[in-house]
């Protein structure tokens, strides 16, 4: 077993807290409502449960948000999320000869950047996830 060093960019936005949202549902199934706890079977009768925000699947193997991808960087004490389209990924795997560093083709010529900030802010600011840094950003994670 070994682990992988991955230095990964997306165009779009860091955002500024998780993609979660805290919702408030019912304890038990019982009908009590006002007290703190359930008559019937001391249960709590609300509890709040953290969600993933509407159109994102956490448990996709590429972090689907509609046409983009919610990805969580790694490296820091609180996990880091970004939302939009790779652009690129390299590890400490793959060889490149001296002096032919990672080299790619240029993905951002197929990208209409504006239309895409657009969308991207229309739909983040439904979830007060918008803070307008849109762009390219470089961040690492490991895999085990």
Known sequence: MGCCI?????LGVKLPK???RDVKKRGCSHDEAKSVFCGECAAKTWITES??????????????FGRFV???GC??????????????????LM?????LEFVSWNVLADIDITA????LQTLLE???????KFGIHTFGFTSV
Not at 78 to 90: A, F, N
């Open 75 to 92: 490296c820091s004490e609180s996990p880091e999320y970004y939302v939009g389209k790779i652009l690129g990924e390299t590890s400490d």
């Open 51 to 64: 969600e993933p925000i509407p159109g994102y699947d956490p448990d996709s193997s590429e972090g689907k």
């Open 126 to 132: 439904i979830h007060g996830l918008w803070d307008g």
């Open 6 to 10: 991955y230095a990964r960019s997306i």
């Open 70 to 72: 919610i990805l969580e």
């Open 116 to 119: 895409m900030k657009a969308d």
């Open 95 to 99: 060889y490149s000869p001296p002096g």
């Open 18 to 20: 998780p993609p979660f």
